[in-house]
């Protein structure tokens, strides 16, 4: 029964992610992509966004190769960023707190956008236990594609717990409730603001799984 939650504005926040996605990008492809170009990105995982921008750029896909080298690029400026003195990782302590104790009776999973190397990365800076598994962007596959990856072969119910229209997209298409996270994800499901207790995730979480 995997519970599933994302990681960027669920469970934490770093500042100016995208402002360091594009760096990386600037660095491998001599110019970083402009943040119009990337408005006009529909995707939502970083191999969809890194694979728009590139045929924006180069008129072809992205191969695993130049995902593999954003990829290292883009952890190499995070590393770099967010160190003591440096920029500071918000963590919302609660949710946290509630991820660890429902992994105690639960099979909860990370289900990320981020490239796997940047979300093991984020996921270590928030005090995440290393136990419990990480699933980030994947070549051609999309967010609801990861999600379905990780409730394979496992009976329901399942949850997936996000912050943004998009998580809520992957929910919906994966057959899964949803709890939201924070004021960005309109609609009828219920949603936590980000200071919530933990017992009040765990409760809002068992209401879901009834």
């Not at 001599?30 to 921008?53: F, K, N, Q």
């Not at 191969?63 to 593999?68: I, L, P, Q």
């Not at 919302?92 to 190397?117: C, F, K, M, Q, T």
């Not at 962007?137 to 399942?158: K, N, V």
């Amino acid at each position: 029964m995997p519970l599933c939650f994302d990681l960027d504005g669920t469970l934490g926040h770093f500042s100016s992610g995208f402002v360091l996605l594009r760096e990386a990008l600037g660095e491998l492809w001599g110019t970083a992509p402009t943040a119009e170009e990337l408005g006009r990105c529909a995707g939502s995982t970083d191999w969809e966004i890194v694979d728009e921008l590139h045929r924006m750029r180069f008129g072809t896909g992205l191969d695993e190769t130049g995902y593999a080298a954003y990829e290292a690029a883009c952890v190499d400026r995070f590393r770099a960023a967010f160190v003591p003195g440096g920029r500071e990782a918000v963590a919302y302590a609660g949710i946290l707190d509630a991820l660890h104790r429902l992994a105690e009776g639960h099979r909860v999973w990370l289900v990320s956008g981020n490239a796997p190397g940047l979300l093991a990365f984020k996921a270590g800076v928030l005090g995440i236990d290393p136990a419990i598994p990480r699933l980030g962007s994947l070549p051609r596959h999309d967010r609801t594609d990861l999600l379905r990856h990780a409730l394979r072969g496992c009976p329901g119910p399942h949850l997936y717990v996000g912050d943004r229209p998009h998580d809520l997209a992957a929910a919906q298409a994966a057959g899964l409730p949803f709890l939201g996270v924070g004021e960005a994800v309109p609609g009828d499901h219920p949603s936590l603001p980000t200071d919530t207790e933990p017992e009040r995730v765990i409760q809002s979480v068992a209401a879901l799984l009834r």
